[in-house]
């Protein structure tokens, strides 16, 4: 076992540029959008919603570059898996998440397919709905992982999205076994109850086989993971099938279980709900940023809902503050 | 005089995307950026500080472009003239003009230079400071002006920015000439303080020729305007050279002159300055939606007000809201 580790947290995910615009329900409903699943699209159908679109905002997003930015923000030390194009969106993603901080490595792929994008559309509610166009994602492999980052990184970080590109699993496999050979731990977050449904076996089969450590979910992946209408036998169930998991429950605020622990963290209070893009991945980088620091279980939930809170009151992403300051000033740091 | 008018406000000018980061106000010093200002920068310069610049978000911004997406935003009808290339942003910026309900048919340039975009850096207190490459804007010219909607519009309005690139003015003075002979009304925004000494005869001289019948300003391009310390003395001058001002002050509200007449209009009050990016331009549309849908210059300067406080509560310069239904809620419309 290594003992000197270069990042707190390496995170793995679709690089993923947002364009998000407001919308109405009925627009979803028209539209056939799943309202507030991660819809996955082509090109033909991306062309489609985008003339449909109304005006719009771009921001870097992606769920696992959301976290790793996120925990830069707080001042972590992260790095970033993530396959772009070498076009204009590749070069605004590089550019948005390393000026955050985070070391960004992976070629781009050269050609076509373009860099992902998802346009989201959020409604009156707060809630959004996205529809992902893959792209250049669907080229991340084994062969873009950096061993010395998934080794010198004290937890390593995927999002269960990854299952939908070809060969990006085998990029975690290989990533989740030099981490575990030096001795780092893996997590997961389970991305999207709909992604559970696709890939629920092979989840469960990740964490059973201790391949994932900590897993992130919210309760309807939870519920989606065990096939079951109860929250407490779904916490039940992954408390079992993992060493640690972190569950959020929005405004109901968020669940921790350890073993026999259980840990119950409250929500932060907002003035407005204005968009939820973000919101689980900002909750995983609070939270992986105390666990990476050394804080107990409660200040990781409370540093998790902290962020969230944060990014659901702005549109986008990524929270367009300081997260180490905004903490700070909190009293949370 | 052609009685029907197919647009209420024409708008002409630079079709640039924003590029939008907070930093603090050694990082202007640090990089010789004039706080407050429009910087106007090369492609070199463009790339160097995007190398520099934090983590962003874009969005489809230039001055007259905002005013023509918040006149629609409105319910207006609105027409635009600007030159995007080809390319990436140039179709963004398209998508989110034409999306709001502007009709923009300008022919985007073919190959280079590359679609404009402004870095916008926002100090903590809320002030911007952008750094315009212009990029395919310098294109711009009598071609691009389609006469119809500069003879079927109430009103035609122009950034004095366009007499940066090189043949923008003349397209300017051809719309002019066209909107007149249709006996419709032709207006302009000073723009920026340092724009209007660069340009101080040649907008002194659209004014007294009555090219210009409507000027925007605030209280620093007036005093820049007339070389005085004294907004007494600008508001004085002004009055003679246009047949209608209206002068913005920030939290200062704004005063309107038309002949003899003076009417003072109070800034919105607001819950957070966030980012001043837009607030001119958005005074401008609520101003010209009034004024074409014959309100008095009270009605007009209060919905000016209202949609630039709004815009000014959040990142970026169009409103991410529906400005008609706001204003409808506030007990303006």
Known sequence: MNSNTEYDV?????????????????????????????????????????????????????????????????GGRTAFFGKVADDHLGKLYRHDIRAQGVAFDTDPLAGTPPTARSMIFVTPDGERSMNTYLGA????????????????????YFEGYLWDPPRAKEAIRLSAEAAHAAGREVSMTLSDAFCVDRYREEFLELMRSGTVDIVFANESELKSLYQTSSFEAGLEAIRKDCRLAAVT?????????????????????????????????????????????????????????????????????????????????????
């Not at 919308?23 to 033909?44: P, Q, R, S």
């Not at 969230?308 to 949370?332: F, T």
């Open 137 to 156: 994602c669907v080229e991340l492999g084994p062969v873009d992982v950096e061993e010395n980052k998934a080794s010198g990184a004290k937890v390593t």
């Open 249 to 333: 429950r929005s405004e109901k605020g968020s669940v921790i279980v350890r073993g026999e622990e259980t840990v119950e963290v409250e929500a932060m209070a907002i003035d407005k709900l204005v968009d939820t893009t973000g919101a689980g991945d900002l909750y995983a980088a609070g939270f992986l940023f105390g666990y990476t620091s050394g804080r107990s279980l409660a200040d990781c939930g409370r540093l998790g809902s902290f962020a969230a809170g944060l990014v659901i009151q702005q549109i986008g992403p990524r929270p367009q503050c300081d997260l180490r300051q905004e903490a700070a000033q909190a009293g949370l740091l």
């Open 10 to 74: 390496l995170c793995v995910g679709n690089a993923i540029v947002d364009i998000l615009a407001r919308c109405d329900d009925d627009f979803l409903v028209a539209n056939g959008i799943v309202k507030g699943a991660m819809n996955l699209i082509d090109a033909e159908r991306a062309e489609l919603l985008y003339e449909r679109m109304g005006p719009a905002i771009e921001a870097s997003g992606g769920s696992a570059g959301n976290t790793a930015a996120g925990i830069a923000s707080f």
